[in-house]
């Protein structure tokens, strides 16, 4: 069966330090990956997607990028982290002929 | 579904009761609808999707139904259980290429089950 880890679960950071959280899926091979951010009390935001290696599409302009540098794993990365930044990141993947998405248990940050 | 950044509406149900959750959904060309639930400080959960050509699917305890007329869907969840508190999440996904289903979330809905 297929699992989907994320880490680390909680993250403190000041403003301005680099951010690196990671997303691997097991169980599967070619997935499509997705992060998403979701505010306290609000629904999902989807910022990055992938169907491959290497192949990363932005769904909105921030202070973010990501990276999939494996087939099952997938990385978001900030070099310096505002305010705003404090959330709910969620990683999902999709595939094997389903366009279901399945979520990983999510790193909730909050940026001081 | 359509995500305006509202806060979250709420349900109250007393356990043992029926609850029905709705969602409106704005894509007319939508064609796989997909219910979730999250509780709190998790990701997620799938429970129970929905294609465009059927109106009704059910699983163990809920149903989901389907309205293209007024691209409404909603989700029953049958003699509630305190386990059944959590935000529902409703999504859809509009045809496109394959390999890139990217779900529109609607904004959410917390169910309480009053004991």
């Known amino acids: 069966s297929q699992t989907i880890h994320q880490w680390p679960a909680t993250l403190v950071q000041p403003v301005g330090s680099p951010l690196s959280l990671e997303c691997t899926v097991e169980?599967?091979?070619?997935?499509?990956l997705y992060w998403y951010r979701q505010a306290a009390g609000r629904g999902l935001q989807l910022l990055f997607y992938?169907?491959?290696?290497?192949?990363i599409s932005s769904e909105v302009p921030q202070n973010l990028s990501a990276s999939r540098p494996q087939d099952r794993q997938f990385i978001l990365s900030s070099k310096k982290l505002l305010l705003s930044d404090s959330g709910f990141y969620l990683c999902?993947?999709?595939?094997?002929?389903?366009?279901?998405?399945?979520f990983g248990p999510g790193t909730r940050l909050l940026v001081l | 579904g359509e995500s305006v950044g509202l806060h979250l509406p709420t349900l109250s149900v007393q356990e043992g009761d029926n609850s029905i959750i709705n969602c409106a959904y704005s894509?007319?060309?939508?064609?796989?609808f997909i219910w979730y639930k999250q509780e709190s400080g998790k990701g997620p959960q799938f429970i129970i999707d929905?294609?465009?050509?059927?109106d009704k699917r059910q699983g163990q305890r809920v149903t989901v139904l389907l309205n293209k007329t007024v691209k409404h869907l909603s989700l029953q969840i049958a003699a509630t259980q305190p386990g059944d508190s959590a935000v529902y999440f409703c999504?859809?996904?509009?045809?496109?290429?394959?390999?890139?289903?990217?779900?529109?979330f609607g904004t959410g809905t917390r169910l309480t089950i009053i004991p």
């Open positions: 929905i294609r465009s050509n059927m």
């Open positions: 894509n007319s060309a939508s064609d796989y």
């Open positions: 999504a859809d996904l509009p045809p496109g290429n394959f390999g890139n289903e990217k779900l529109t």
């Open positions: 999902a993947w999709s595939g094997g002929g389903s366009e279901t998405q399945y």
């Open positions: 169980g599967t091979s070619n997935p499509n």
């Open positions: 992938s169907v491959g290696i290497g192949q």
